[in-house]
């Protein structure tokens, strides 16, 4: 069915009577003048603004013949479904049509239902085209939205390994400070070691040999025996001589320890005391480091 079935029933629409009873001279006069504006948009080929005036007709008096009227409209329009709603309301009227033959009756309700079908079928594939694109913008988005996982993962991923590298290396740094700290540690120099070792076995046995030589000194003055005289003097030759050695032996390692500590940090933190010191019977020296 094209245009042309519009305007066989357009003019029984125009052609209207409407008893006086039944509607006022205004209100017959609203609807004609919302179907001349109906027709005169139809032609311009507004066919939305069209319906719009013969549903305000239609509004102040139910007429079957308006269905079909605002169908075609919203057909052309593109508005489908709206122009299915009112071909189903028109369809049930089309045996009722007065001045139109029978034959031409069960013409124009198979157009009709012709339309239904057809528009019905568009509808469909257009809700289906419309399904299809939904699920095609979900798989888009869950897509997008996995790419978006996987990125984030990613760098986390990245982030951790170049937190576990810088780890590493803070780690590799430390051990390689704690080494070369080591390494440069006074004491843990074989002739730091060995050297406080020699000092301090040479006081000891200077303390010893002091102590005798004090003892058979005591002895000789108050015996008088030559030999507690001269265990006196040996003892005290004794402690003369491991003093000396602990002392040489302290002098030798601390210039060695100033020497090693050649930067004036180290030399602060490192340093070495000899202070000698003598009393009434024999002399001696106390040696000090400080690290």
Sequence with gaps: MNKRFFYLIAPLILSLSFPEKSFSANRKQKINSYVKLAKAFYTKKNYTQAAVYFEKAISLKSNSKFYFNIAQCYRLAGELEKALSYYNLFLPYVRSLKNISSGKKRAIEKEITGYIVVITEKIQKKNELIKLEKEKQLQKEKAENLKKQKAAQQKLMEEQKEKDILAKKLAEEKAAS???????????????KGGFAVAGTALLFSGISGILALKYKSDYENTGLDGNRENALLFRTTTDVFLGTALITGIIV????????????????????????CSHSYCGAFLGINF
């Design 254 to 277: 601390g210039i060695k320890t100033y020497l090693y500590n050649d930067d004036e940090k180290s030399k602060e933190n490192a340093r070495y005391v000899i202070s000698p010191y």
């Design 178 to 192: 704690m080494k070369l700290k080591a390494k440069k540690s006074v004491t843990s120099k074989w002739w730091f």
